[in-house]
């Protein structure tokens, strides 16, 4: 075990499967298999789920995994927004980018609902078994291991305690950042798209339109409104890099460009009143070599970073974990988790990472490249145009988006 005195635990706790990182993908999972009665804990680092700037947007595929298990209805109860198609506003004319209304499947539409609603939501049916457990507020700082077998974890509480919990599988769900990915020598290969976003917030006025999403691109900025109910959410794309020199030349500088870009939000744009209120995504596209080792599987963004092209990263990390369950039901239940079981779940998942990747790339160095470019009048590229313009092809982009190329379904729900 990697510990030295002062990291001695006070405490010891064995579960069959020991999920590190609360987010869509670890809940996912912890939830499918305390279904399955799988005695599972969930730890997380934060004491709640309610985090600015993580994705709102529920996916075709993930509403159809929850309407397996029952769980659509409920969701859908909850207030929620519907995102029915994408459109880019650009030198006056509108072209719709892709229709989801227009896919006859169960679910024709993006729900958007606050992510902590979501994870709210899911944990409160977990909660509902009782082999399951989650603990917060605990952060996972080392791994233990036995013979080259990875058997639990070491986390600290609030309060600076050390804790370990053995577990016959260890799943490290803990994000783009994560520390059990490190600790596991894990290395991700990464490639930098030529962007970055900043988020922010602003407000909406009763007389604003209502519409899910809107992309607007003017004079090489490149920016998107997202409606959260109260407010909008502003993505402001920058080219990679470009952060610092923004900065430097203030606020007034991103105001004016806002109010370009997107003429109907420039009367407000006083409400950014300081960089605080700016979160800065530095975007990046990776993908884990081994998403394994023996004891140890990583999912989701720790496995993977997507792009934000289309908005898939929660989809992707839920569709990994219906992969997991379905792969590791059966044998958590026995304790005869096998090093073939996880490589099983990479091959099932890794080429629609790779593909959706691809795409994103695609998309990020022939159209957002293009977009920022600030002395060229921007028009889509002529694949995209005819890709948008012939019948049977122009669902691609939809389907793409609400699927992926191979969605995970939920094995025996
Ligand atoms: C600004 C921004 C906007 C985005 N918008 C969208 C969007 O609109 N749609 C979309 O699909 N995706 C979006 N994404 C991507 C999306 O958030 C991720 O792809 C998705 O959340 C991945 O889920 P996950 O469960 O793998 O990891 P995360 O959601 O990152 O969850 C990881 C969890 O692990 C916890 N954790 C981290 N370290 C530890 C530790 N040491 N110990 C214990 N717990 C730990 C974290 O607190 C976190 O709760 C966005 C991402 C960003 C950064």
Redesign the pocket.
């Given at each position: 075990m990697n510990s030295s005195d002062s990291e001695t635990p006070m405490d010891f706790r064995k579960t069959s499967c020991c999920i590190?990182?609360?987010?869509?993908?670890?809940?996912f999972l912890a939830l499918l298999l305390a279904r399955k009665g799988v005695d599972v804990t969930l730890?997380?680092?934060?004491d709640d789920?309610d985090?600015d700037?993580?994705?709102?947007?529920i996916?075709p595929s993930t509403l159809e995994a929850l309407n397996q298990i029952g769980l659509a209805e409920g969701l859908l109860r909850l207030p929620h927004g519907k995102l029915n198609s994408l459109q880019l506003h650009s030198g006056g004319t509108t072209t719709t980018l892709a229709t989801f209304s227009r896919l006859r499947i169960p679910f024709p539409y993006i729900m958007i609902l606050p992510?902590s609603h979501f994870l709210e939501y899911l944990i409160k049916e977990a909660e509902k078994y009782p082999t399951f457990h989650r603990i917060m507020g605990?952060?996972?700082?080392r791994l233990v291991q036995k013979e080259g077998v990875i058997n639990g974890v070491l986390?600290r509480s609030q309060d600076g305690v050390w804790h370990q919990v053995t577990a016959g599988l260890t799943i490290g769900?803990?994000?783009?950042?994560?520390?059990?990915r490190t600790l596991a020598d894990l290395e991700p290969i990464r490639s930098h798209p030529p962007m970055d976003?900043l988020?922010f917030r602003l407000p909406k006025k009763a007389n604003d339109f209502h519409d899910q999403l809107r992309f607007y691109v003017e004079g090489g900025l490149f920016s998107f409104a997202?409606d959260r109910g109260a407010e909008w959410q502003v993505g402001f794309v920058l080219l990679k890099g470009s952060f610092a020199e923004l900065k430097s030349a203030g606020l007034d500088t991103l105001r004016g460009k806002l109010g370009k870009v997107i003429p109907w939000l420039a009367d407000r744009t006083d409400a950014l009143g300081d960089w605080k209120q700016v979160?800065v995504?530095s975007v990046e596209s990776s993908i884990v070599k081994k998403w394994h080792k023996p004891g140890l599987l990583l999912?989701?963004?720790?496995a993977h970073?997507?792009s934000?092209v289309g908005?898939?990263?929660?989809?992707?990390?839920i569709q990994d974990a219906i992969e997991a369950a379905n792969v590791l039901s059966e044998p958590l239940k026995k304790g005869s988790v096998t090093e073939m079981d996880l490589a099983e779940i990479q091959k099932r998942r890794e080429p629609s990472v790779k593909a959706i990747q691809k795409f994103q790339g695609f998309i990020q160095d022939r159209v957002i490249q293009l977009a920022l470019k600030p002395n060229q009048p921007f028009q889509l590229p002529w694949f995209a145009r005819l890709l948008l313009s012939v019948p049977i092809l122009r669902n691609i982009p939809a389907k793409m988006i609400a699927y992926g190329t191979n969605p995970a379904r939920i094995q025996n729900p």
């Open positions: 590190v990182g609360g987010g869509p993908g670890g809940v730890l997380e680092l934060h789920f985090r700037f993580r994705g709102d947007t996916h992510q605990a952060n996972v700082q986390y769900a803990d994000g783009r950042f994560s520390k059990v976003v988020w997202i979160a995504l999912i989701g963004d720790s970073v997507m934000p908005g898939v990263g929660i989809s992707y990390a």
